[in-house]
């Protein structure tokens, strides 16, 4: 592998992402930024980009240097420095929003479902960009020869959509390592109308699971649980989902066991009561319930982990609905049990 063609070519994918207009990456590429590694040299840097940008977008790249090789309502290919860039221009089908080829002797032909929507980013390094979804990258790949019958099947395309299948499966598995034995949920509104502390939509989220009879070590535990079907929830109304992408505001696969920091029962319950009554103290019943769900159990754990490895850029495509968004989770091996521990405002 060409270590500094690789280098010049994820240079100019940053520089192509921060233009301005949208645009994902398809390909070799694609898989790539959505695997988070360079798995072999690529012989170009293919794209798609809406057809209503299709002007805009060619001259912003001569701006920077790049040669037009060709250009019509299809595609536009470029060139600068030896590196080919090829931009597949789709528009949306009006009635449903389907993503369409826009030009050519295919136009209006629909793309993969959901090839653009809903996709989570792809990161190489400290570069994200957007990409199109690995499923819909699994049948272009698998289709093209049979949607385009002169195009002969290429080895490359079944190796990489082997890979991806098999990300993607790792992905869906669902670790069985921790038992779910239910939870609870307190939404602060259905304790009444109050005062201050009324203000805001507020809810505490409990998830309670048995832990395995031979011991683990802490980060095997977390391991588990970002693994577990219950964490496939993204605490805006849409529940656990099997093949769930989101977990609150953040695409579930950035959320490993390293983005947890041990943190004592002290500033653990620190952080959940300055959550609870910043706009007054909660009422009895409230406290009592808060209590029994969440303080005790910080003050018996015998570790707890605070969540503060994601951010915002890390949020899904509309992860920034919670005003606050505070995860703990608290081991207490004298019980044997794991509590997830999820307090909201949105």
Known sequence: MDARRTERQLAMIGEVRSLGPAVWLRGGWAMDFWLGEV?????????????????????????????????????????????????????????????????????????????????????????????????????????????????????????????????????????????HEGGAFLNFRSYGPGEDWYHGFRWLHTKHFRLPAAPLPDEDLLAALVSHEQFRDDYAGGGVLPLGRRHGSFWRRLITPAAYTPVSATDAARLLRTWADQYGRVPAALEADLGREAFARLSSATTIHHLTGVGEDDFHDWGGVHGEFHELVAIDRTTGRLTLLVAADD
Do not use: N
């Open 39 to 179: 798995t072999r040299e690529h012989e170009d840097v293919d794209w798609f980009a809406w057809a209503e940008d299709a002007e805009r977008l060619r001259d912003l790249l001569v701006a920077r240097g790049y040669e037009v090789l060709g250009a019509d309502d299809q595609q536009l290919d470029v060139v600068r420095d030896g590196e080919e860039h090829a931009f597949a221009f789709v528009t949306r089908r009006r009635s449903d929003g389907r993503v369409l080829v826009a030009g050519g002797p295919w136009a209006g032909t629909p793309w993969p479902e959901g090839i653009l929507d809903g996709v989570e980013p792809g990161r190489l390094g400290g570069l994200e960009c957007p990409v199109v979804s690995p499923e819909a990258q699994i049948e272009i790949k698998r289709m093209m020869p049979v949607w385009v019958p002169e195009r002969p099947r290429r080895e490359k395309d079944a190796v990489d959509a082997a890979r991806l299948e098999a990300a993607l499966t790792a992905l869906h598995a669902t670790d069985d390592t921790l038992v």
